[in-house]
């Protein structure tokens, strides 16, 4: 093994990089950055990523394929393969055809003996423009979006290049990473992959087992809770791209298995896998490996700029919102929380590969990603909203190691009671404080009347204990409440009856379940008011695109209908017509409202809305309105604050019962902020004044905390907005956004009081 260092820039004309991932956007940043290429050129399948790392100033071009530049590449041009390990052959395939041999080619796996043997066999010997290369740096980030043009600053970068392998190639390729300001070693094939199988290869296969091992424990969070820094460091790789190290496994296997070998017993397992090849069990492992890390409570690392805090930090985030802002912006909020709850349930359950993108990264919809993964469904992503699942079918779920954890979500719980109520094993449903104070009967007893066997805590809360192995019956619910979360309950469970089950509502409630199912194949019938289905059908696996989420859009749309001279345009918001009622209610009190570019999306009817100020009037919120419009109270009510005159709100009881009670929640706020707010059975009156100052209460729910934010806007004096730590269930870069349309927002932490 030798070792260099240099800071010589490399003499090259086109630097491609195919595949942007960490590594390879990195060595594009840096390039760009420091002039080591006349141009640098992307190479990405995915629009997306060619768009983000134009934007970011990563590349000077990007193309989709190879194809596209390879006539225009000769001598003094270099070629990066930075794709993962087992899509490399694929790659040097389009190299034989398409390069002529006066170009470089490298690449930045972490196994080379697989490298080589694909060279060796498409090419028929080892060809001396390649030059096989692994650049010793990294992070648990992935993607373009991680790109670090310091990332190899004083890090080891290691060429195995052999007796074929040119000068001149092997001097531009090492001339290269040197500019980086890395080290450059080099060494033998067989000597690198064993090196790197017990230094590199094997943490990381502890860590995922490691992590894998405690998330399954049924004291998991007590366990990340109290651990020590040495624990955090050593499973901080834990949070690496499972699709890389399956790769990294699949390629370096004997050299892998050697290691393990000499271990410990309990690992024999991964060592099975890895043998036979077993990509599903390894990604497995490694997903939920890296998203137990990161779910349950993104342990290792306070997220307070974005105002995400973990749960095991013991810290309560409050935000500082100082009066005044411009309310001026033209945004996307994340993606719709229902619709991607629903994705990831529909697509567990069909059969075939289910592609979803617009995905919310929040922790709500991670939770109920979490326990598909925790019933053996093999799911990739979420990345940059991107997610795939791997589809059992209806009756392929496998019984939980533990009690699914549903954190804060109550659609997770009411919706997944359904589906479970059909299946062959025993689950156990659980939540935070707040979930474990929500009532459940509404649930439970339709699916009770169908056969189900279900345990609940005292006044039919969480935790829910549904016993397995049931025959369940149709029934013909005539539901109580306007609740979707009921109607989709009973809907799901009645997949697994012989026969039509059926929902009938008192007021019309959103309808993604319905459309949802439909969009994978499954037949639902609707009458007026009531919804239909008959079981012991099938779900065909879809690609869903989930809209903008217009229960997050709210608090934007309500920022400039209460700012004179506002002016906010929402994009790609879905705008189902169960789910307007924010829309017509703000129209109604005199905010100018125009929706464009109106298409149909899988089913779903999407438009961009723009949002500008129009003096407020208030008004008696139509009935027929109220279940349109559940989620966007909260804010709405702000509204009412900022409006001339009285409004009035009624039919709305099941406002109570939300994860704070919400008409008292945002009373006991604004009458402290100085706004005459008097709460009903059923509703709640205001009359418009000024917003005030002061200190107010979220209650642990996340649409309370966020309203009180965008009241800043109008206030007279700084709102002070305690317990927002639930903000990331729904909305995880609201601070962001908040802050980019011109609220004066400041997140801060105090401790936690038990």
């Keep these: 093994m030798s070792t260099a260092r240099t800071a010589t820039k490399p003499t090259i004309n086109r630097l491609v990089v195919i595949g942007l991932g960490l590594i390879g956007s990195s060595l594009a940043a840096v390039a760009r950055k420091n002039g080591l290429a006349q141009q640098v050129v992307g190479i990405s399948r995915r629009e997306s990523t060619l768009e983000i790392a134009l934007q970011m100033g990563v590349i000077d071009r990007a193309e989709p394929s190879l194809a596209a530049i390879a006539p225009e590449l000769g001598c003094g041009d270099l070629v990066v393969i930075g794709v993962p390990t087992l899509t490399v052959p694929a790659v040097l395939q389009d190299c034989f055809e398409q390069l002529s041999a006066d170009v470089s080619i ?3 796996a972490s196994v080379k003996g697989s490298v080589v043997e694909a060279a060796e066999t498409i090419y028929g010997e080892l060809p001396a423009q390649l030059v096989p290369g692994h650049p010793i740096a990294g992070s648990e980030k992935s993607g373009v979006t991680a790109a670090n043009s310091e990332l190899f600053v004083d890090h080891r970068i290691i060429l195995t290049p052999s007796q074929a392998t040119g000068a001149e190639h092997l001097k531009l390729v090492s001339g290269l990473w040197a500019a980086t300001g890395a080290i450059v070693s080099t060494m033998g094939v067989q000597e690198h992959d064993e090196i790197l199988a017990a230094t590199s290869h094997l943490p990381h296969f502890l860590a995922y087992s490691l992590v894998d091992t405690l998330a399954a424990m049924g004291e998991n969070r007590e366990i990340f809770r109290y651990a020590a820094g040495g624990f955090r460091d050593f499973t901080r790789i834990a949070a690496s791209d499972p699709v890389m190290w399956r790769d990294i496994a699949l390629a370096n296997r004997d050299a892998i298995l050697t290691i393990l070998d000499q271990v410990m017993d309990n690992f024999k397992q991964m060592r099975s896998a890895i043998e036979s090849g077993d990509q599903d069990y390894l990604m497995g492992s490694f997903t939920r490996a890296r998203d137990a890390r990161n779910h349950f409570g993104k342990i290792l690392e306070s997220k307070t700029k974005t105002g995400i805090q973990s749960p095991m930090t013991e810290k309560t985030i409050n935000y500082a919102v100082s009066p005044g802002g411009n309310a001026q912006g033209d945004l996307r909020v994340p993606g719709d929380k229902s619709m991607s709850h629903r994705s990831i349930m529909l697509g567990s359950l069909a059969e075939g590969m289910t592609e979803v993108t617009g995905f919310l990264e929040g922790e709500d919809s991670l939770a109920t990603l979490q326990s598909f993964r925790d019933m053996g469904v093999q799911i990739e992503g979420p990345d940059q909203g991107r997610v795939v699942i791997h589809g059992v079918g209806l009756h392929g779920l496998k019984a939980p190691a533990k009690p ?9 719980i009411r919706l997944l009671s359904g589906l479970l109520a059909g299946q ?6 659980t939540g935070d404080a707040s979930l474990s104070g929500r009532p459940m009967g509404r649930v439970a007893d339709p699916l009770r009347e169908m056969g189900a066997v279900i345990e609940t805590a005292d006044g039919g809360r969480p935790p829910l204990k549904i016993k397995g192995g049931q025959s369940l019956k149709p029934i013909d619910y005539h539901m109580p409440m306007a609740s979707a979360q009921v109607k989709s309950c009973v809907l799901l469970a009645g997949l697994y009856t012989q026969g039509q089950t059926s929902v009938v509502e008192p007021a ?4 993604h379940t319905e459309r949802m199912l439909r969009g994978f194949g499954y037949e639902v019938t609707t009458q007026g008011s ?4 008959s079981g012991g059908g099938s779900l065909v696996a879809s690609r869903i695109d989930v809209p903008a989420d217009i229960s997050s859009a709210a608090f934007f749309m309500v920022a400039a209908a209460i700012v004179p001279g506002s002016d906010i345009t929402l994009r790609h918001v879905g705008v189902n017509p169960t789910r307007v009622g924010v829309i017509n209610i703000l129209r109604a009190m005199g905010t100018s409202i125009e929706l464009s570019n109106e298409i149909e999306v899988g089913g779903e009817p999407v438009a961009d809305i723009r949002v500008r100020y129009g003096a407020l009037k208030g008004i008696e919120i139509p009935e027929d309105q109220v279940p349109l419009a559940i989620d966007e109270f909260p804010v709405l009510f702000v509204a009412a604050a900022c409006a001339e005159g009285t409004t009035v709100l ?8 939300k994860e704070s009670d919400r008409i008292q929640s945002m ?3 604004l009458i402290t902020l100085g706004i005459d707010a008097q709460p009903t059975a059923d509703g709640i009156r205001i009359v418009g004044g000024q917003i005030g100052s002061g200190e107010v209460q979220s209650h642990d729910d996340h649409r309370i905390a966020m309203a009180f934010t965008i009241a800043a806007l109008r206030a007279s004096g700084e709102i002070l907005v305690h317990e927002a730590n639930n903000v990331a269930t729904s909305f995880p870069n609201f601070v962001g956004l908040a802050q980019q349309i011109g609220i004066n927002l400041t997140v801060t932490q105090s401790p936690t009081t038990h």
């Design 530 to 533: 009531k919804a239909s289905l």
């Design 106 to 108: 490298t690449d930045v």
């Design 424 to 429: 062959s094993f025993d689950t156990e449903l």
């Design 667 to 669: 009373a006991d706020g």
């Design 404 to 412: 699914l954890y549903l954190g804060n979500s109550g659609t997770s």
């Design 508 to 511: 019309p409630t959103r309808d």
């Design 650 to 657: 009624t039919g709305a009881e099941e406002l109570r019962v």
